[in-house]
């Protein structure tokens, strides 16, 4: 059993996993693998024709992914493979932990092995989902502070420029978010490279390199003073990676945000 880092080589075997399980966890996209994989101080290997991959960072106690089959899924294959990563674990003198499982994928783990599984949910991972059409229209009485928000903007600032990211305006978005850093006081890191802003940067470095990514800033008096960065995790859901902006232009997140998914 061999584990690797993951590079940027490694798209297509992502990908492809990826593919078949038709995921709607934020998590499971090659670029947010690649973004946080040394946060999460991530490797991963091929075990039974399955993707696994585990975490064993400074945060969190050691865990593996769901196996992910890079085929069809086959259910001898399935469990073949957590035993294998019950052995390497004991081997690594861990106890076996699965995190960051999707609720559907649950049953797997139930279905198709012989011993004891608990499953808990942890609220501090979970993902927050809305409906497009919720976002474009602000409609309904728990949103209507977004659409306050945006109220406010239109009158302070009138017009804006909403404009997609390219190579030209990526130095942009690194201006935004040193300069959030340095407001929030948020990106002085004892392990840089376990840091947020380390994450992004992986993103905007590697900008052309990462297929599917989608990302814009919106310029208010002539400056930007945000940005977003995000993908299609499957065919009907999208996940938003990065979303930093200038909190002095009141609303600005807002307004990005509904942009950029309309």
């Known amino acids: 059993m ?3 880092e993951i590079e940027l080589s490694d798209i297509e075997i992502f990908q492809k996993a990826f593919d078949n399980i038709d995921s709607q966890a934020s998590e499971m996209t090659f670029a947010n693998m690649f973004m946080w994989r ?6 991963f290997s091929i075990i039974n024709d399955m993707l696994c991959m585990i975490s064993n960072s400074r945060a969190y106690k050691p865990f593996a992914f769901t196996p992910i089959p890079l085929d069809s899924f086959k259910p001898e294959a399935f469990t073949d493979t957590v035993y294998a990563l019950k052995h390497y674990f ?15 994928m649950a049953d797997l783990f139930k279905k198709h092995l012989d011993i004891k599984v608990r499953v808990k949910k942890n609220e501090a991972v979970s ?18 502070s977004k659409r306050n928000h945006i109220n ?3 009158r302070e600032y009138g017009d804006f420029e909403y404009v997609e990211i390219s190579r030209e305006t990526v130095p942009e978005c690194k201006r935004i978010f040193e300069e959030w850093c340095e407001k929030n006081d948020a990106c002085e890191c004892e392990y840089p490279e376990e840091c947020e802003k380390w994450a992004c940067s992986q993103l905007l470095y590697n900008w052309h390199s990462l297929p599917g990514l989608k990302g814009a800033l919106i310029k208010v008096n002539g400056r930007f003073e945000a940005f977003t960065i995000g993908e299609m995790v499957n065919h009907n859901t999208a996940v938003i990676h990065i979303e930093k902006g200038n909190t002095d232009v009141h609303g600005i997140y807002t307004v990005i945000n509904k942009e950029f998914v309309t």
């Open 90 to 104: 004991e081997s690594q003198g861990w106890d076996l932990f699965f995190g960051r499982v999707e609720e559907r």
């Open 38 to 43: 040394s946060n999460y101080n991530t490797r």
């Open 152 to 154: 406010r903007f239109m």
């Open 127 to 144: 993902d927050y989902v809305y409906r497009t059409e919720r976002l474009m229209t602000l409609s309904g009485k728990k949103l209507s």
């Open 2 to 4: 061999q584990w690797k």
